[in-house]
């Protein structure tokens, strides 16, 4: 079976991309909405003689450049060899249902957390609650929780953009959540692996169990805790 190429992985993108060929590996950088994705990979052969960065933009001709090529590879290569705090697998099943959920109700991010030792998925749309100063019963938050992935006893909380989550391929994935708010998603079957950054934002809806009247509570933030930065790149 042929495996997933770089052209398929820049038709993701819509066909923006800054991709550098290195040997048989490529690194495709997005652009625009889609600064805090980076996609490392292997190529079935060698397309250049020498490491070649070329820029793709679907309003323009693909533009080469050959500056500072090294140390652009230099510079990718330092985030994938950083420390871990825990990685643990998702399904080709699992990766399906975030995917038709993320769809299905329009939400602009997703954060992957632990709670009494089990990984969360939480999906939530931010765009509900930026400009609120109050919320009420008509306008209020909406936050989707998935099943637990998996039992994991490290503590940790990531934040990534719904759409670039779609963009990952519908296989089974390895996840590095790691200490330098990067998560890396490893496609064995293709050989790719894709780096995406934390965005430093949280759902403003926290529950908690308050143990002096045995019931769920809801914790609602005010927008200036909750939304800090609505971008980050890598």
């Known amino acids: 079976m042929k495996t997933l190429g770089y052209k398929n992985i820049l038709g993701k993108l819509k066909g923006n991309g800054r991709v550098i060929f290195d040997k048989q590996t490529f690194y495709i950088q997005g652009l625009y909405n889609q600064v805090d994705l980076i996609v490392k990979g292997k190529l079935e052969k060698r397309l250049f003689n020498s490491p070649t960065l070329i820029e793709y933009r679907t309003d323009e001709k693909p533009k080469r450049e050959n500056n500072n090529i090294k140390e652009q590879i230099k510079r990718i290569e330092d985030l994938f060899y950083v420390d871990y705090i825990t990685s643990f697998n998702l399904s080709r099943y699992l990766i399906k249902k975030i995917k038709a959920s993320i769809r299905k109700n329009n939400v602009s991010h997703m954060r992957f957390y632990t709670f009494n030792n089990d990984v969360k998925v939480n999906l939530f749309d931010v765009r509900s609650f930026i400009g609120q100063t109050q919320f009420t019963r008509q306008n209020s938050v909406k936050v989707f929780s998935l099943p637990s992935v ?20 519908d296989e089974d994935l390895g996840l590095d959540i ?17 780096l995406v950054s934390h965005q430093d934002i949280i759902e403003p809806i926290t529950h908690f169990v308050n143990p002096k009247i045995n019931k769920s509570v809801s914790f609602l933030y005010t927008k200036s805790l909750a939304v800090r930065n609505t971008q980050k790149n890598v």
């Open 178 to 194: 790691t200490k330098s708010h990067i998560v890396i998603f490893n496609d064995k079957k293709n050989g790719h692996s894709y």
């Open 150 to 169: 998996q039992f994991i006893d490290e503590v940790f909380t990531r934040t990534l953009n719904s759409e670039t989550f779609l963009k990952l391929p």
